[in-house]
């Protein structure tokens, strides 16, 4: 069956600051139906890919500030928008998103491109999603750069998290460039407006409304036994390099649940402790990245 959806016209991502990339789309992703995906890929085909997978609200704009940095080492670029989120087409029923429909559209798309050689680099449902791949993809999955994010298995997340939700809930219409600007203060107020341009009204904002509620806090919700088995593979099977960067400032995903995530990770070394940087440590991450590529080598 054809999803309903709803594409944000191309006028409201003309200009944006610091975004030079030129747009790519799928929509033959089998499961999909038409769906249309938008993805950054820039560098060379045949090298090593970072797959940099966003979060909430936010859509592949996140990664400006460390696209460059991973492409000057002479690696490729793939950066996807998740349905619902950024150039990705929105399905306008709240019930269509899911765990699986994230994770099968992530799984999709990398076999549709092929990726190999994959640095998976997450944060907050980038990392939710992205950490329950590596043991779906173990022969192209080899590195790990992971920010300010977890794997949800049926407990609860401290009322920080849960003030969140409840604020997304009552705020159906969400003002994300306001949200970000004031999480971000240092973003210009033409960076904070590129985070909203997704969304030009409510009927736009399914998913921006849905991932708040979908996170696994509670037994039995959808996405807790592929969160179960990547932890097993994380803490008993995984065999590649990590890197782990922590925004101290962020009051949900801080330093104590980064630790328990370390402990999960087999071999991950101690963080990089971002001082100033918040949730959206993408937001601070040209460091972050350079500091990552020199651990491994790259640079």
């Given at each position: 069956m054809r999803l309903e959806t709803l594409r944000t016209p191309?006028?409201?991502?003309?200009?944006l600051p610091d975004?030079?990339?030129?747009?790519?789309?799928?929509?033959?992703?089998?499961?999909?139906?038409?769906?249309?995906?938008?993805?950054?890929?820039?560098?060379?085909?045949?090298?090593?890919?970072?797959?940099?997978?966003?979060?909430?609200?936010?859509?592949?704009?996140?990664?400006?500030?460390?696209?460059?940095?991973?492409?000057?080492?002479?690696?490729?670029?793939?950066?996807?928008?998740?349905?619902?989120?950024?150039?990705?087409?929105?399905p306008v029923e709240d019930a269509v998103f899911g765990f699986d429909f994230h994770r099968d559209l992530?799984?999709?798309?990398?076999?549709?491109?092929?990726l190999r050689r994959i640095t998976?680099?997450?944060q907050d449902w980038g990392g939710l999603l992205g950490l329950t791949l590596p043991h779906q993809f173990p022969d192209r999955i080899d590195r790990l750069l992971v920010m300010n994010t977890t794997l949800a298995i049926g407990e609860p997340a401290g009322k920080g998290f849960a003030d969140w939700r409840?604020?997304?809930a009552a705020n159906p219409d969400l003002d994300v460039g306001r949200l970000m600007a004031r999480t971000c203060p240092h973003l210009s107020a033409?960076?904070?407006?590129?985070?909203?341009?997704?969304?030009?009204?409510?009927?736009?904002?399914?998913?921006v409304r849905r991932f708040p509620q979908m996170v696994m806090t509670e037994p039995g919700m959808d996405g807790i036994e592929h969160s179960r088995r990547a932890m097993e593979f994380l803490s008993n099977d995984w065999l590649g390099d990590s890197f782990m960067a922590v925004g101290m400032?962020?009051?949900?995903?801080?330093l104590p649940a980064m630790t328990r995530?370390?402990?999960?990770?087999?071999?991950?070394?101690?963080p990089m402790e971002v001082a100033q940087g918040g949730h959206f440590l993408q937001e601070w991450g040209a460091p972050v990245a350079r500091a990552a590529l020199t651990q491994w080598g790259d640079i």
């Open positions: 191309d006028e409201r991502f003309d200009g975004w030079p990339y030129a747009p790519h789309y799928l929509d033959d992703l089998p499961g999909y139906d038409g769906l249309r995906v938008y993805h950054v890929d820039e560098g060379p085909a045949d090298a090593r890919v970072f797959l940099c997978l966003h979060g909430e609200p936010t859509w592949a704009y996140l990664y400006r500030r460390m696209i460059p940095e991973f492409l000057a080492s002479g690696a490729r670029v793939v950066a996807p928008d998740l349905a619902g989120f950024g150039r990705s087409d929105k992530l799984i999709a798309l990398i076999e549709r491109l092929d998976l680099v997450v409840a604020y997304v033409a960076e904070a407006a590129a985070y909203g341009a997704p969304f030009p009204d409510v009927t736009y904002k399914a998913g400032t962020d009051p949900v995903l801080g995530l370390r402990g999960v990770i087999r071999g991950c070394p101690e």
